[in-house]
T-cell receptor, first 114, second 116 residues
Framework: GDSVTQMEGPVTLSEEAFLTINCTYT??????LFWYVQYPGEGLQLLLK?????DKGSNKGFEATYRKETTSFHLEKGSVQVSDSAVYFC?????????????FGKGTKLSVKP | DTAVSQTPKYLVTQMGNDKSIKCEQN?????MYWYKQDSKKFLKIMFS???????INETVPNRFSPKSPDKAHLNLHINSLELGDSAVYFC???????????????FGEGSRLTVL
């Protein structure tokens, strides 16, 4: 079945460091891909998304590119801030359609130190 | 206005009790969900409810029963609580997607259930 695998955390970085959180997926057809972020004590919220191969999603300085050839959707940010400390979830919606349920990765906790 | 709201935010109770968590969304969405997040932050879908059709995840014990009085509400009732039910429960909703709208999920803030 369809699945998402993301790097295990926790990831600890100093402020202004470069961030990469790896995410790979297994899916039939053409899924839509998402990154959600969960700040401490809050629910998940959409960070960015991409709906087809080579699309780049971006928001708040974060970017991720839908790579079909490597079935990846790695999250990157050039310079992290303490306020980016959160748990990040990679997710896919199977088949690229709009009605399927999201499949989430296990989450990666990021801690940014001043 | 909070788009997806859940109550209570914290719930501490004894084993064997019955409890409910309520969820309301004011987004006009057709589909609502309950997710369980364990201590390792792993998210597991429990139920989805779309226009009066309830889709149950077969791995969820039948002590868990969702109830939807109308499209804007999906409540979760749990009977005979067990220690392993301790988790954060998230409600979410999703609108009908069209075009490039991929039907983003909107989550509530979560309800932390602790069973003693």
């Amino acid at each position: 079945g369809d699945s998402v695998t993301q790097m295990e955390g926790p990831v600890t970085l100093s402020e202004e460091a470069f961030l990469t959180i790896n995410c790979t997926y297994t899916a039939t057809g053409y899924p839509s891909l998402f990154w959600y972020v969960q700040y401490p004590g809050e629910g998940l919220q959409l960070l960015l998304k991409a709906t087809k191969a080579d699309d780049k999603g971006s928001n708040k300085g974060f970017e991720a590119t839908y790579r079909k050839e490597t079935t990846s959707f790695h999250l990157e940010k050039g310079s992290v801030q303490v306020s980016d400390s959160a748990v990040y979830f990679c997710a896919l919606r199977p088949g690229g359609g709009s009605q399927g349920n999201l499949i989430f990765g296990k989450g990666t906790k990021l801690s940014v130190k001043p | 206005d909070t788009a997806v709201s859940q109550t209570p935010k914290y719930l501490v109770t004894q084993m064997g009790n019955d409890k409910s968590i309520k969820c309301e969304q004011n987004l006009g969405h057709d589909t609502m969900y309950w997710y369980k997040q364990d201590s390792k932050k792993f998210l597991k879908i429990m139920f989805s409810y779309n226009n009066k059709e309830l889709i149950i995840n077969e791995t969820v014990p039948n002590r868990f029963s969702p109830k939807s009085p109308d499209k804007a509400h999906l409540n979760l009732h749990i009977n005979s609580l067990e220690l392993g039910d301790s988790a954060v429960y998230f409600c979410a909703s999703r609108g009908q997607a069209s075009g490039r709208n991929t039907g983003e999920l909107f989550f509530g803030e979560g309800s932390r259930l602790t069973v003693l």
